[in-house]
């Protein structure tokens, strides 16, 4: 047993002597204005989501896993407040292209659980970045979002989509950086959303 302790303090110390550490929280405020949610129209309902993504950046590389819930603030389907459980990991690749452009690549796969239904999906996110001076980046992106064929009640699951994703990013010091980002999604489910983060480096 102490072998394989010391095997594993041995393996982190060898990935975190080639990585930065991180950690990201993020709040988002989604507004529905079309389609439908968990089987119910979906117009005029808001989703809180609350988000924690711990990761590992290798020189221009960033693998993490976000960590979610989301909460929602109308009656649906007979309850007062309905959440789900979001996992995604996720590898993001940024490919630096001179004059404070930056082209990226994220993907990944996620998993999520409602009431006692659950859903495998995958998404694709390219992007671009442009830092207008050092400590402010805009940023914009697209998202594709599919599912491996789930079902959540019996019904197809209504979490596909494309999505255009809009932001600012403001490094407060050389490891806090805070940000904003609004999107319109349209697919399954009609989408505006707000959100929120701050990421700490290590």
């Not at 393996?11 to 990201?24: D, H, N, P, Y």
């Not at 929280?25 to 989703?47: C, H, N, V």
């Amino acid at each position: 047993m102490k072998k394989l302790v010391a095997i594993a303090v041995l393996a982190l110390t060898s990935i975190t002597a080639f990585a930065a550490g991180q950690v990201g929280i993020e709040y988002e405020r989604q507004f529905l204005t079309g389609g439908s949610y968990a089987g119910q129209p979906a117009k005029g309902l808001d989703l809180n989501t609350v988000g924690i993504a711990p990761g590992l950046k290798f020189g221009n590389t960033l693998v993490d896993v976000k960590l979610a819930n989301t909460t929602s603030l109308q009656d649906i389907a007979g309850s007062k407040l309905d959440s789900a459980a979001v996992y995604e990991g996720r590898i993001k690749q940024t490919y630096p292209m001179g004059n404070g452009i930056a082209i990226t690549a994220r993907g990944g796969v996620g998993y999520t659980s409602f009431r006692d239904n659950s859903v495998k999906y995958y998404f694709a996110e390219p992007g671009v970045e442009y830092a207008v001076v050092p400590a402010v980046t805009l940023n914009a992106a697209y998202r594709y979002t599919n599912d491996f064929n789930s079902k959540i009640g019996g019904a197809d699951w209504q979490g596909r989509g494309n999505r255009i994703t809009g932001g600012v990013d403001y490094a407060v010091t050389k490891e806090d950086v805070i940000g904003m980002k609004v999107y319109r999604q349209l697919g399954d489910t009609d989408v505006t959303g707000v959100s929120v983060g701050y990421v700490r480096l290590f």
